[in-house]
């Protein structure tokens, strides 16, 4: 089973005002949270999925991570996910997370990887006060095909996904800041 990282990191920040990805929090930029979680847990390749503009920014340092520019640029994380996944289509899942959450942990990584083995479901999904979080997500690959479909209809919505795949979620408490992610600077507040 082999399964790849894949770090969204290719939005506008419009809320933010500049590129959130490369905010320094404690030790890190913020993009490297995600990263570094997907590491611990030997997830490889771990690819940034970005825009052109911004692929001169990410510094490899330590971290070891493959970093993609989309043709296209700003069409939202479905065609992100759909470009990344269909680039390589060899990989049974895709681990996919944002670059804007400094609360992920190793942990939470490790524990969703671990239902991977033995399901035939095509998405892994937490779920949280009764929210989805797609951007903290698996996907199988299976999905590839579903998620070109919905694009090629104008639709850009992850969660039309759900409707279309078989889906196991996991339940997270309420409390659990892991999904926590920065929007706007007041975030850090
Ligand atoms: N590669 C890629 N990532 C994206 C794209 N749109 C959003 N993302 C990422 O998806 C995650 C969630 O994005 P949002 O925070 O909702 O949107 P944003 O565009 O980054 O910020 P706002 O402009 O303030 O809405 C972030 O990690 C983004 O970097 C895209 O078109 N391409």
Not at 25 to 47: C, G, T
Not at 61 to 72: C, P, Q, R, S, T
Not at 99 to 112: Q, R, S
Not at 126 to 135: A, E
């Amino acid at each position: 089973m082999n399964i790849a990282g894949v770090v969204l990191a290719g939005g506008k920040s419009s809320r933010y005002g500049k590129p959130k990805m490369f905010e320094m929090y404690k030790d890190k930029l913020l993009y490297e949270y995600s990263v570094e979680a997907l590491k611990e847990n030997s997830i490889s390749p771990i690819i940034i999925s970005t825009n052109e503009k911004l692929v001169p920014y990410f510094s490899k340092n330590d971290l070891d991570f493959v970093i993609e520019g989309e043709a296209k640029e700003y069409q939202g994380p479905l065609y992100a996910m759909f470009n990344a996944f269909s680039n390589r289509p060899n990989n049974d899942w895709y681990f996919v997370l944002a670059c804007d959450t400094p609360f992920i942990t190793a942990d939470f990584v490790k524990n969703m990887i671990e239902r991977v083995a033995n399901t035939n479901v095509d998405a892994i999904v937490p779920i949280q006060s009764d929210k989805l979080q797609p951007l903290f997500a698996l996907y199988h690959r299976n999905c590839i095909g579903k998620m070109k479909e919905i694009l090629d209809k104008n639709n850009r919505k992850v969660q039309l996904l759900f409707s279309e795949v078989n889906i196991m979620t996991v339940q997270f408490s309420s409390d659990d800041l892991i999904f926590k992610n920065i929007n706007s600077p007041n975030d850090w507040i």
